[in-house]
């Protein structure tokens, strides 16, 4: 009689969990480099945007433009520090932390939101427009700058390198 053979850790069709989801990244963060760089293009249309509400809504629209660009901005800048962090602790936190991290930030929006939605100084479509606007047009306009390349993560090298 034969006994049944078990197939080792590493045989096809087995499960075993890897490594990989326990590797650590060292090195340069681009995502970090890239949200600065977006911040940094938000800061210099901020003032157009902010005028464009003001002329439409006035006062009520300037606060509230200002108040919407710091909200992108900061979700930003907490979305590639989450990433930065957790990609040095493993690549699951890593992941965990952007899936989580993304619905956590969600609600920190809304709650901003709620927060302000009655203030005196609130005009609701002029948040609205700016946030979204913001939101996509930094994302698009920073496209023309990351490097799809694993040869430059980040930001493309500029020609003067």
């Not at 293009?41 to 005028?51: F, S, T």
């Not at 900061?74 to 930065?84: S, W």
């Not at 005196?120 to 023309?144: C, D, F, N, Q, Y």
């Amino acid at each position: 009689m034969t006994e049944p053979h078990t197939p080792g850790p590493n045989a096809p069709g087995t499960s075993q969990p890897g490594p990989a989801m326990t590797v650590r990244l060292e090195g340069a963060s681009p995502e970090v480099e890239i949200s600065r760089d977006m911040i940094r293009r938000g800061l210099i249309v901020a003032p157009v945007l902010i005028a464009i509400c003001g002329a439409a809504w006035g006062m009520h629209g300037v606060w509230s433009s200002a108040y919407g660009v710091a909200l992108v901005l900061v979700n930003f800048a907490i979305a590639a520090g989450l990433i930065a962090f957790t990609a040095r602790i493993s690549l699951g936190l890593m992941m965990g932390a952007i899936l989580f991290g993304y619905l956590i930030r969600l609600g920190l929006v809304l709650l901003a939101f709620v927060l302000v939605k009655d203030a005196s100084w609130m005009s609701r479509p002029a948040l609205g427009l700016t946030v979204i606007v913001t939101h996509l047009g930094l994302l698009v306009w920073e496209l023309k700058y990351v490097a799809a390349s694993l040869a430059y993560p980040g930001l493309k090298p500029s020609r003067s390198n």
